[in-house]
C-alpha cells in the first residue's frame, strides 16, 4: 500500500503561478507511471500530465506549455509546476501513481483544491 499526500493547493489569481507536491510513503524510483489528474465541479476526472519510468511526459493540451511535471526520487516527492493559471484551471487535483509488477497497482491521494479567480 502506497499513501501519497497533496500539498501546495490554494487561491490564485489569474496569470499567477503554484507548485503542488505529492509526497509518497515508498520510493518512488521505481514506479511505472506518476501523474496528475484534476476534477472539475460537473465535470469528470481528466489527466493533467504524467511522466512514465524513463522520463518521457505527457500533457493534456489545454496546459501544454504552462504547466511542468517533475520528481524528485531522494524526497519520494512529485511535483506539478503550474504557470499562467486560467480560472478554467480550478479544479481539485490528484497525485496518481501506477506500478505495473505482476499486475497494476494503482494509488490516488486525497486531492487539493487550486482556485483560480479570474
Known amino acids: 500500500q502506497v499513501q501519497l499526500v497533496e500539498s501546495g493547493g490554494g487561491l490564485v489569481q489569474a496569470g499567477g503561478s503554484l507548485r503542488l507536491s505529492c509526497l509518497a510513503s515508498?520510493?518512488?524510483?521505481?514506479?511505472?507511471?506518476l501523474g496528475w489528474y484534476r476534477q472539475a465541479p460537473g465535470k469528470e476526472r481528466e489527466l493533467v500530465a504524467r511522466m512514465i519510468i524513463g522520463g518521457s511526459t505527457d500533457y493534456a493540451d489545454s496546459v501544454k506549455g504552462r504547466f511542468t511535471i517533475s520528481r524528485d526520487n531522494a524526497k519520494n516527492t512529485v511535483y506539478l509546476q503550474m504557470n499562467s493559471l486560467k480560472s478554467e484551471d480550478t479544479a481539485v487535483y490528484y497525485c496518481?501513481?501506477?506500478?505495473?509488477?505482476?499486475?497494476?497497482?494503482?494509488?490516488w491521494g486525497q486531492g487539493t483544491q487550486v482556485t483560480v479567480s479570474s
Open positions: 496518481n501513481l501506477a506500478l505495473i509488477a505482476e499486475r497494476v497497482y494503482v494509488y
Open positions: 515508498r520510493s518512488i524510483a521505481s514506479i511505472s507511471i
